[in-house]
């Protein structure tokens, strides 16, 4: 049974940073593209960012990039999603999710407000 549990959320001022994480287990991660994806509220799901298989190439949204990392460590089955520079607009709730897209299994998702 494939399982995600996002952490690291919480409250951060307009200019902060935040890492969220996302323990993944029931299925091979290491050969598992994975995606961050996020909700705000009144709106519909949108794709953050996409790592591949191998790590190392990473698909961002324009509206993150450079601002937002995504990364996997295969050793510890867990995805993170570095996040500077926060802006109000990133308020939402964040999932990680299995493959590309929004359709994939998810998380539970982890709260992400930033508001002075």
């Known amino acids: 049974e494939v399982q995600l549990v996002e952490s690291g959320g919480g409250l951060v001022q307009p200019g902060g940073s935040l890492r969220l994480s996302c323990a993944a287990s029931?299925?091979?991660?290491?050969?598992?593209?994975m995606s961050w994806i996020r909700q705000a509220p009144g709106k519909g799901l949108e794709w953050v960012s996409g790592?591949?298989?191998?790590?190392?190439?990473?698909y961002p949204a324009q509206s993150v990039k450079g601002r937002f990392t995504i990364s996997k460590d295969s050793a510890t089955n867990t995805l993170y999603l570095q996040m500077n520079s926060l802006k109000p607009e990133d308020t939402a709730v964040y999932y990680c999710?299995?493959?590309?897209?929004?359709?994939?299994?998810r998380g539970q998702g982890t709260q992400v407000t930033v508001s002075s």
């Open positions: 999710a299995l493959g590309f897209g929004t359709a994939g299994a």
């Open positions: 029931g299925f091979n991660f290491v050969a598992a593209a």
């Open positions: 790592i591949v298989q191998n790590g190392i190439t990473t």
